[in-house]
């Protein structure tokens, strides 16, 4: 079984409606205000699966800034589920700094079937991943209803792009450790926090945390995959492309050029993602 763990879709609408939604939220303004960048809808992601013989994927969020946009977007998420016949997960997005209308937000996602909160995009959405004050609600509540939470991450170092962001290895282990116990998926191999594994301490505070592929080849050479294995684990290690950025078959690609032995590609490429959200094959 091969799940990508991390795609994005949009409500059709979305398309005709850019400018305006990018003038309502800064998140969608910073990725997709470019008329070329892509937006995709369930259609489109189902049928890229279909050529490139991906059986699951997991739809995310982009960490919407505005309250209405992110609950239109959600809204669509779980009709995107409801009509999968099983092929398709999602996270509803939230912002944390909304308070008590975050975690409402969490509970009717969670009610409407969705699997997990995310993506947060901390700076497009004005909070710091590593305020514990801020995510302590947020946590306790993704905690309570067995939902993982993802969370956009970034390199300190090497070239920009639209939403690199500042959530680096050092934010980014601060969340981690503030809330032991809780599953964390840090997006693009967490901005290279897998390295700082070789440090004991960091290693057994990234416990029941996750780093997921998505836009790997826009940032890494495939030696990025059995590096990072050797460090946290490939069972540690999801497959995802940030679809429609990335073709699925592009990152399959990667991950069979990496060198990795056959059952370490069969965990990355599904069976970590079906173990984390309890699907069978």
Request: with cysteine; proline share 6%.
């Amino acid at each position: 079984m091969i799940i990508d763990s991390h795609v994005h879709v949009y409500p059709p609408s979305f398309r005709e409606r850019r400018e305006e939604i990018a003038r309502r939220d800064a998140t969608f303004r910073e990725l997709y205000a470019n008329p070329d960048a892509v937006l995709a809808t369930d259609d489109d992601l189902l049928a890229a699966m279909d050529e490139a013989g991906v059986d699951v994927a997991v739809a995310v969020g982009i960490g919407w800034a505005d309250r209405d946009v992110a609950r239109e977007a959600n809204d669509y998420l779980a009709e995107c589920v409801a009509r999968s016949g099983g092929r398709l997960l999602a996270f509803g997005s939230v912002n944390p700094a909304w308070g008590d209308d975050a975690l409402a937000e969490v509970e009717r996602c969670a009610s409407a079937g969705l699997a997990g909160i995310g993506e947060l995009h901390p700076d497009t959405q004005g909070f710091g991943i590593d305020d514990a004050a801020v995510m302590g609600p947020l946590m306790a509540t993704a905690r309570r209803l067995g939902m993982p939470v993802l969370t956009h991450a970034s390199e300190p170092v090497g070239h920009s792009y639209a939403g690199k962001g500042t959530v680096t290895p050092d934010k980014l282990l601060r969340f981690i450790e503030a809330f032991p116990g809780q599953t964390v998926i840090a997006a693009h191999w967490g901005g290279g926090l897998p390295f700082y594994a070789l440090m004991p301490e960091v290693k057994a505070a990234l416990a029941d945390t996750y780093f997921d592929t998505a836009a790997s080849p826009f940032l890494y050479t495939p030696d990025i995959f059995p590096a990072a294995a050797r460090v946290v684990g490939a069972e540690r290690v999801l497959f995802g492309t940030d679809f429609p950025l990335i073709k699925h078959q592009r990152l399959l690609v990667q991950v069979r050029d990496s060198g990795l032995p056959d059952d370490e590609q069969a965990m990355i490429t599904g069976g970590n993602a079906a173990r984390l959200f309890g699907l069978g094959g």
